[in-house]
Nanobody, 126 residues
Framework: QVQLVESGGGLVQPGGSLRLSCAASGFTLDNYAIGWFRQAPGKEREGVSYITRSAGFTFYAGSVKGRFTASRDNAKNMVYLQMNSLKPEDTGVYYC???????????????????WGQGTQVTVSS
């Protein structure tokens, strides 16, 4: 069964850190680029970070650049999102998604992704 499972979310105070994990099963993750997305209550889902298959290139949304870092361990079939200096506006459900090819789409084009995880909740609050 093809599956992506996120973990590592939780409640953290402003300025704190969390590390999200995305585990793949049923397929080999090193054939896929990975996008991290988030959705805050009442808002549309937005792209947060993008990492290529070999991790040779990463891209971040302006709102998280310099605070979030995506990485991956293809040997373990895992992708990570390290989130530092968290702010209340980072609150939301975080999803990882996998795609084999961009097909000319932008990094955060939802329709270009083949698989999605179920999401993990991140709450930043004092």
């Amino acid at each position: 069964q093809v599956q992506l499972v996120e973990s590592g979310g939780g409640l953290v105070q402003p300025g704190g850190s969390l590390r999200l994990s995305c585990a793949a099963s049923g397929f080999t993750l090193d054939n896929y680029a990975i996008g991290w997305f988030r959705q805050a209550p009442g808002k549309e889902r937005e792209g947060v970070s993008y990492i290529t298959r070999s991790a040779g290139f990463t891209f971040y949304a302006g709102s998280v650049k310099g605070r979030f870092t995506a990485s991956r361990d293809n040997a373990k079939n895992m992708v990570y999102l390290q989130m530092n200096s968290l702010k209340p506006e980072d609150t939301g459900v975080y999803y990882c998604a996998a795609r084999t090819s961009s097909s000319g789409n932008s990094y955060f084009a939802d329709k270009s992704y083949d698989y999605w995880g179920q999401g993990t909740q991140v709450t930043v609050s004092s």
